[in-house]
């Protein structure tokens, strides 16, 4: 009986120690991915097993998955923080940039059953600003578990962050919208923006996420941006339309 009480115990050590590892990639000095490998796994029983995330490396957790046992089981996402907030899974809007005003955000507890392959956005407010980046996770049933294996977060305030994205310039996607935009560089020193969709506002971005130009209230099917004085890089368009929809699109100077 001793020996099988000690086989039993050091596989429970093992299996808390390899949940406890992970696999970072530093593909951005701007943000921070991370992979875990193996993933991490809970399933549901009455130990309660949980994850809690500290996603932005403050030494100060803000999001925990977990299980509720009972009469009245249930796999959860939850804020551990005020300031932290995150998307509904069944939230459309958020498949656009994460600063999109139109995302409603959610706080608390949350019971989550579909959809079962899920990316839930983040956002972690500090005064003024917003910082955002993103947790996936898929839901199975029989046997009952959550599989988080990777989220991201980006360190730039109020960057139009995007779920799954890793880095600030090689995996910003250009979002289509049902009217066809287009962000091109027009003759003399201009950002042309065209759509079929009337535009609010154009913000041209750094990859630092300073702003270096913007255009307010302007209630066209287009405009240039005039990039005089703006030094040779790489940028991040974003339009706004006046439905609240957006549109971003990477573009080199």
């Known amino acids: 009986m001793k020996q099988k009480f000690l086989i039993v115990t050091i596989i429970t050590i093992m299996t808390f120690s390899l949940k406890s590892q992970s696999f970072q990639t530093l593909t951005d000095t701007n943000v921070i991915f991370v992979d875990y490998n193996p993933d991490v796994i809970l399933h549901y029983n009455y130990n309660q097993e949980s994850l809690s995330i500290d996603i932005n490396n403050d030494s100060v957790l803000d999001f925990k998955f977990y299980f509720t046992p009972g009469s009245n089981p249930g796999s959860y996402i939850s804020d551990l923080n005020t300031n932290c907030k995150y998307t509904s899974v069944w939230d459309t809007v958020s498949n656009d940039s994460l600063n999109n005003p139109a995302i409603s955000w959610s706080s608390g507890a949350n019971f989550w059953y579909s959809p079962t392959d899920a990316i839930f956005g983040i956002k972690i407010i500090s ?102 004085g703006i030094a040779h890089g790489t940028y991040i368009v974003q339009v706004q339309f006046t439905d609240l929809s957006n549109y971003t699109k990477q573009i080199v100077l």
């Open 127 to 228: 005064g003024s600003n917003n910082y955002y980046g993103w947790i996936h996770a898929v839901l199975s049933f029989g046997p009952w578990i959550m599989t988080i294996d990777k989220y991201a977060f980006c360190k730039i305030p109020n960057y139009p962050f995007h779920k799954g994205q890793t880095t600030l310039i090689t995996n910003i996607p250009n979002i289509i919208t049902p009217d066809s935009t287009y962000v091109y560089l027009g003759s003399g020193n201009s950002i042309v923006v065209q759509s079929g969709k009337i535009i609010n506002s154009v913000t041209l971005t750094s990859t630092t996420g300073i702003v270096v130009a913007s255009q307010n209230n302007i209630n066209s099917y287009s405009t240039n941006i005039s990039t005089a």
